[in-house]
């Protein structure tokens, strides 16, 4: 379960980038993270994974208060697929990146190798294996910073954008596979149509503060809604 309570995080200078959010997610459940640009999504999922400093206010992942003593446990329950690709992909070929966190987990290099094959094969790269994550199309990067996210399994998935860079098949693929991860999901992402296929729930961010937190086929027809936070 994630846990938010009057959260407040701001970056330097005063830029307040979310105002006193509350918001209770359930294990397992699959919720889409709204809002225009600027509106917090990001800062959201960045502070999940310890990557912000929490202003005011409070998170607890899975029962564990985040704060610096317990990052180490936390970032074990979670995955996040970065918005931008280049941020999570490092090694000299994509699968070298895939197997990275894997041995980091403790996995023996035998295993991390067919574990990291099984997951290139579910994302459609396998024959993206040996190239150099830095020479791929935007898309193919996208795909294989995911890779190395679900071949380790985490129990919370942070996904910040996830379908922005995929051509409408791809998308299509991709959509098919969040919705068939198990574990607790929270996307943030622009396409309307991808929240309403992959989530349950929706979260709708606007200027800072959550507006809206409830059924996503309720919010993404609520047009009035959309319009106001400039989603439609
Ligand atoms: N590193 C930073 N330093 C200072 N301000 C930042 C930083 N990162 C984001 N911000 C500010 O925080 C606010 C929220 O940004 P955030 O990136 O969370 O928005 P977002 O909803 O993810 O937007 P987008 O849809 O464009 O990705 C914005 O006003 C942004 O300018
Ligand atoms: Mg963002």
Known sequence: MVKIENLS????GGNCALKDVSLEIKEGESVALLGANGAGKSTLL????????????????????????NLRKIRSDIGFVF??????????????????GLRNMGFDF????????????????????????????EGEKKRAAIA????MKPKILLFDEPTSQLDARSTRLLCELLKSL???????????????????????LDN?????????????????????????
């Open 110 to 137: 035998q295993k991390s190798m067919e574990i990291a094959g099984e997951t290139m094969a579910s994302l459609n790269i396998s024959h993206l294996a040996n190239r150099s994550p830095s020479r791929l199309s």
């Open 46 to 69: 960045k502070t999940l994974a310890g990557l912000c400093k929490i202003s005011s206010g409070s998170v607890e992942i899975n029962g564990t208060l985040l704060e610096r003593k």
């Open 9 to 12: 995080v701001e970056y330097g």
């Open 182 to 204: 198990k574990g607790t999901k929270i996307i943030a992402t622009h396409d309307l149509k991808v929240a309403g296929s992959v989530c349950e729930k929706a979260a709708v």
């Open 208 to 232: 800072s503060r959550l507006v809206k937190f409830g059924n996503a086929s309720e919010i993404l027809s609520d047009e009035k809604l959309l319009f106001n936070c400039s989603l439609l």
């Open 83 to 100: 918005q931008n690709s280049d941020d999570q992909l490092f090694s000299l070929t994509v699968e070298e990146d895939v197997v990275f």
């Open 148 to 151: 190395c996210i679900l071949a």
